[in-house]
Structures are given as C-alpha cells and as structure tokens.
C-alpha cells in the first residue's frame, strides 16, 4: 500500500469533496420536486428521496433551506408565496385527511377579483387536526366522491369549492358572489354547480344556497317559484303580465314583465344574460323597447334574492312616474 494512500490529509479531503458531492445532489433532488411545488417540499417526500432529518437540519443550519413546521421545508430562505403556504397548510394539517377547499381552492383554479388571504382547509371531521399560522380548518362531515383532484395540490373540484366557500361565507351576498363568479369565469358549469349543491352537506344557509344555484342554473325560470306577480300583489301593486309580446326593428321580442297601461317593462335577467354576445341583444331589444316609448327597468335574478325590496321599491316609482306622464299627456 502506498505512502499517499494512507496520508491523513488526502484522506480527508476526499471525504470533504465526497460530503460536498452528497450535498450538492441533496439539494438538487429536493429541489427538482420542490419546483413544482412553488419551492416547497415535505419530510415525506424528502424521506422518500432518501433525505434523513439529520440532512435537512445540516441543510437548514447552513442557511441553505428553512424549516416551516414539522412538515414543510423550503429549498430556499424567502418568504412563502401563496401556493407554498397551501402545500404548507395541507402537509401540516394532513395530507391523508386534508385539501385546499372554497374560496382557496378556486383562487388556485384560477379565480379572479375575489379577496381572501386565509388558506381555507378541509379536512374530515373525525381526525384531530393542529393550528397552522394563516389556514382556516374546515371540518366536513365526508367527502363527496371524486372530489379531490387526482394530481398536484390536493384540492376539491371547483364546484364542490364554490358550494362549500358559500356555506362559510360571511354573508349571504359574499355567499351569492362566489357562487356566480365561478360561473361567469368559466371554472365550472351550472350543471355540475347544481350537482354539487345536491351532494355538497353544509351547515348554514342551505335553502338560500339551493335557491341561487337554481336561479343560475335555470335563469328566469326559477323566478317564477318566487313569483314576481305574487311580491306585486304583496306590496299591493298591479299585477303585471308576463311574456308581454312587442314587434321591434329586429322582429317579435318577448318582454318578461309589462305593465301596459303604464308604458312600464321589467326585465329580468338570468346569468346566462352576461355570457357571450347576451349582453348586446339584450341592449339592442331595450333600445328598441324605449325609442317605442316604454320605460325599461332591469332587475338580476340573485340581485333580486338579496335585494328584493330595493328592486320593489324602484318598481313602484316606476309605475308612479308612468302614471305621472301619462296623466300630464
């Protein structure tokens, strides 16, 4: 055997460049899975890449990641951004019993113009669960079959997230808001919105929930269980006829609310009023309905669920201001 072999200085600087190599590829394996996760990776997964705790608290003592709970441990020492925190928020808590859900899972389905910093969580109600900084825990009596997503963040389906971030709303409106907006921006239908509200099992406004998906899944139609002529005759106006029919510059339009004999139209509009060129014929048929004469108001079918008597109130002035004008001529 050699003299250099057994030199204690080669000896060490081998293991050095060996601990160096083995370092260098600990961080690149942890951080190849941590890109997809915004940086982030769990123990589990470390674990699995044959990490060892002691690795990851080597790595943490010299600056290089830094721990973010019992779970989570970031490639980097910056702070979380927010898909981060919600793979922060489902490891901590769980990720057996755990995923994104309402309003945090629709943000990271793509929701926009709707503000709430909480990382919203859910999780079954019969597993005990620790606080994590900045997630709300939402216990759910059990899952609705398929509703997690099979790849990426575990997170729900964007209708059963829209159904259940209604039930924890603060409000009816908040409530009412959510419901459509992830309609109108196209991360569910209201087919599978009105599937989801059938299975979905929450605790707080159900039948002010099952009304609004009714309204925007069938539109105008499911105004006529709340019966407009009905609220008319309760407030102790003239009953209206519907499906007035008028001939305009374009053909035969149907009004959906008319009070001849005041010169007064009503319209009510379903959500599918905003989709795609709705918007234009609707305005192109209220031109024409006003340069006839007839004074056009619009009333929304969820505005009329949270605002029914604001919109009854303008009815009524309505029908005062055509009386007016048709007395004065």
């Known amino acids: 055997m050699s003299t250099a072999a057994l030199d204690p200085l080669a000896v060490a600087t081998g293991r050095s460049h060996a601990r160096a190599v083995d370092r260098k590829q600990r961080r690149a394996l942890a951080g190849s899975v941590a890109e997809a996760q915004d940086g982030v990776i769990s123990r589990a997964q470390l674990a699995e890449l044959g990490i060892s705790r002691h690795h990851v608290r080597r790595e943490a003592e010299r600056g290089a990641w830094r721990l973010h709970g019992r779970r989570t441990v970031a490639v980097h020492t910056g702070a979380l951004s927010a898909p981060a925190l919600r793979w922060r928020a489902v490891w901590e808590i769980g990720a057996r019993i755990a995923a994104i859900d309402g309003v945090t899972a ?10 709430d910093s909480a990382v919203h969580v859910s999780a079954v109600h019969n597993h005990n669960t620790e606080p994590v900084p900045g997630a709300r825990v939402h216990k759910v009596i059990r899952r609705v079959g398929g509703e997690v ?9 964007p209708e059963v997230a829209a159904v259940r971030a209604a039930h924890w709303a603060v409000s009816d409106r908040q409530a009412a808001l959510v419901l459509l907006m992830v309609v109108q921006q196209r991360l569910t239908t209201p087919a599978r919105l009105a599937g989801a509200q059938r299975a979905v099992r929450g605790r707080t406004r159900r039948a002010f929930i099952r009304a609004v998906v009714r309204d925007i ?33 374009g053909g035969r339009i149907y009004l959906d609310v008319a009070w001849e004999d005041h010169g007064l139209v009503v319209e009510i509009d379903g959500v599918h009023h905003r989709l ?5 014929f609707d305005n192109l048929r209220q031109n024409d309905v006003t340069l006839d004469g007839e004074r056009v108001l619009r009333i929304d079918v969820i505005g009329f669920r949270l605002e029914s008597d604001r919109f009854m109130v303008q009815v009524a002035r309505g029908l005062r201001c055509c009386s007016s004008a048709t007395s004065a001529a």
């Not at 997503?149 to 389906?157: E, V």
């Not at 899944?217 to 519907?242: H, I, K, M, N």
């Open 106 to 115: 629709l943000q990271h389905a793509g929701l926009l113009g709707f503000e």
């Open 149 to 157: 997503l099979p790849a990426g963040l575990p997170r729900t389906r």
């Open 217 to 249: 899944a069938f539109g105008v139609q499911s105004l006529g269980e709340l019966d407009f002529a009905e609220e008319c005759r309760r407030r102790g106006l003239p009953e209206p006829t519907r499906q007035a029919v008028r001939q305009a510059s």
């Open 276 to 280: 795609g060129l709705n918007v234009t």
